[in-house]
């Protein structure tokens, strides 16, 4: 059957870069489309070994992992997936609703291309909104992750800080292209790495879509209320059977350390991480984090 949704994007130099580098390395990786329900995911695939699958954040795509690909596929074969509507994947409209309905838009399509797959045993790996979708797969029990490594993630807690608040409902994909690059910039600094500035022009390329990314938008809004409660998983965490590594920024500026260290204590196998860092501690310092990962996803690690 067609994907109606199906769409065709074009790559920004930035991203294209990294693609080429990542096909050549050793191991290479290839770039895949496969539909999953009613949407068209994008996946960065490479390595062999037990498998890990990497979720991203909000408005990121697979190929921000690339700090850390190389390195985790010499171990693992590793899938790196666009979320649906993000980076180059498609998705449905989104038609509104809360909370639910939100999480239904990303995690369905993905849960189903993991049992596609064949990988409903994988360890997840998920940063922000992708920590959600894992921690909601984990719960759904159709998959039974091996693993959960869970980075600043979205939905464990009560809590989200009035700024970041203000600046995911602003939205970053209309600031950059009112902005320009040089304020976005200075609004949206890249790490201090020496994968800083290459990162910083892919988030850039990332948010700077003609469409504004409308329908996972409009997702991610009922997840992430501009005001009133929040809505969150805490009150499950319990349920989750997987090994857990919970890794926190201590200086997280949009979910709060011990939102992080509640969920942990949570987690009936979890172990917690917390590091001098912000709310994308990979991407900030991929040399503290990969040792930490690599640790953890190893087969006979016990948190």
């Known amino acids: 059957m067609t994907n109606v949704h199906a769409v065709v994007s074009r790559l920004g130099p930035a991203e294209r870069a990294i693609l080429a580098e990542l096909a050549a390395g050793a191991p290479p990786f290839t770039v ?53 509507g993000f980076g180059h994947a498609s998705s449905p409209p989104f038609a509104g609703g809360g909370f639910e309905d939100g999480l239904r838009f990303f995690t369905d399509p993905v849960e189903e291309l993991l049992l596609e797959m064949d990988l409903g045993d994988a360890a997840l790996v998920g940063h922000s909104l992708g920590g959600l979708v894992a921690v909601e797969i984990a719960l ?35 600031l950059v292209r009112v902005l320009g690059a040089a304020l976005f910039r200075r609004l949206h600094p890249p790490p201090p790495t020496p994968l800083g500035e290459r990162l910083g022009a892919l988030h850039r390329e990332l948010y700077a879509v003609p469409d504004g990314r409308a329908a996972p938008v409009a997702a991610f809004n009922a997840l992430f209320p501009a005001f009133g409660p929040v ?41 917690l991480r917390v590091v001098p860092l912000g709310h994308a501690p990979h991407l900030e310092d991929p040399a503290l984090v990969l040792p930490e990962l690599t640790a953890f996803l190893a087969p006979s690690a016990e948190p």
């Open 140 to 174: 759904r029990r159709r998959a039974r992750p091996r693993k959960l490594a869970l980075l600043g993630a979205m939905g464990v807690g009560p809590v989200m800080t009035a700024r970041s608040r203000a600046y995911f409902r602003a939205p970053p994909e209309r």
């Open 231 to 271: 809505p969150h998983r805490l009150a499950r965490l319990g349920e989750i059977d997987a090994e857990t590594l919970v890794l926190w920024g201590e200086r997280d500026g949009v979910f709060p350390a011990p939102i992080g260290i509640a969920a942990a204590a949570a987690i009936p196998r979890a172990a």
């Open 32 to 84: 895949h489309r496969r539909a999953a329900l009613s949407a068209t995911l994008r996946t960065l695939e490479g390595g062999s070994g037990p498998p890990v699958v990497l979720l991203h954040g909000r408005g990121n795509a697979a190929t921000t992992w690339f700090p850390l690909l190389p390195e985790l596929a010499r171990r693992h074969r590793v899938i790196a997936l666009d979320l649906p």
